[in-house]
């Protein structure tokens, strides 16, 4: 019987995919486990590759980009073994990572997702913790509240010692109980890109299933893999999430006070882009960058906020 499937979503990071792989097969011993990767129409020949290196995975090929909840969904919808990995290309496993969050899974049955440390590529934590979207971390800095008051939002400023139950986990790496996908449903196809763990792990806990960050697993990320491939774009996309997320779980007040406050925000950072890029005459690349991102995201916004402007184009 298969104990765990390992789902692991692409889009054009063929080089990082590989890398993913290796350490799956590298790291995980003594568990009866196969491997799905979804490929969303890449066009960096990944699809090829895998076949080529790993021909145990278990290939899905989209010939478009369907997104990131849409594309787990559909190994999910396949799967049947008791535990689910959901794990970022851009991420590599170290040496027992999955064992140690299936061995506490199993001894704590309450348990829906419990995720791991992150790890930068130099070996430092990164957020591995995500709270509930609120008002408060929408338009309020997430450091400074992180900062303020680590108990409400506990981040990697935190010296964690043992498995913590949290609101929600980052979603590079996460590992999921069968009977709590079974008792909530499958991801939110909602959310395209962003947010549509958050929405899970909410779900989940609504449910009166467990969330866990375990520190004790550590998985390197490299962060964004796919995203940082396209920036604008991914941000448009996390934005859109934002306002999913509040249409989904927050009353008519929160949505307004949301949109209302981001829209601010977005004017202010649009004027001090354009200022800065002004003020370098045109010529830094980093200030033309931040100027064409907060243009976008205008732009975005005074279209009514449509589809076509993510990485779903």
């Known amino acids: 019987m298969t104990e765990l ?14 890398k993913c792989l290796e350490s799956v097969y590298e790291t995980i011993k003594g568990r009866n486990f196969d491997t799905w990767v979804v490929d969303n129409g890449s066009t960096d020949g990944s699809p090829g590759a895998v076949r080529e290196r790993f021909s145990r995975v278990r290939l899905i090929e989209n010939s478009e980009n369907l997104g990131f909840a849409r594309a787990n969904n559909q190994a999910l919808e396949l799967i049947q073994s008791p535990y689910v990995v959901l794990l970022n290309s851009d991420t590599v496993l ?8 299936i061995d506490f899974m199993d001894r704590k049955e309450d348990t829906g997702i419990c995720g791991p440390q992150l790890l930068n590529e130099d070996g430092t934590k990164q957020n591995s913790i995500a709270s509930i979207p609120t008002l408060a971390t929408e338009l309020l800095n997430k450091s400074l509240l992180r900062r303020l008051s680590p108990g409400k939002y506990p981040g990697k400023e935190l010296d964690i010692k043992e498995p913590m139950e949290v609101e929600s986990i980052v979603g590079a790496c996460m590992v999921v109980r069968k009977k709590a996908i079974e008792s909530v449903g499958l ?33 390197y990320h490299v962060q964004g893999g796919s995203a940082r491939l396209t920036n604008v774009r991914a941000r448009v996309e996390y934005w859109r999430s934002r306002y999913t997320f509040f249409r989904k ?3 008519l007040a929160a949505r307004v006070l949301l949109a209302a406050g981001l829209s601010v925000r977005l004017l202010a950072n649009f004027i001090a882009a354009l200022l800065q890029s002004a003020a370098t005459l045109f010529t830094s690349a980093r200030a033309l960058e931040r100027l064409r991102l907060y243009s976008t995201l205008m732009a975005w916004h005074l279209s009514g906020r449509p589809a076509s402007w993510g990485l779903r184009d």
């Open 5 to 18: 499937s390992i789902v692991i979503v692409n889009w054009n990071t063929r080089g990082m995919l590989l």
């Open 94 to 101: 170290t040496p027992s990572a999955l064992e140690t969050i």
């Open 187 to 219: 991801l939110d196809e909602d959310f395209f890109f962003f947010l549509e763990e958050t929405d899970w792990c909410k779900r989940m806990r609504d449910k009166g299933w467990k969330i866990l960050h375990h520190p004790g697993s550590r998985v």
């Open 249 to 251: 779980h927050g009353g």
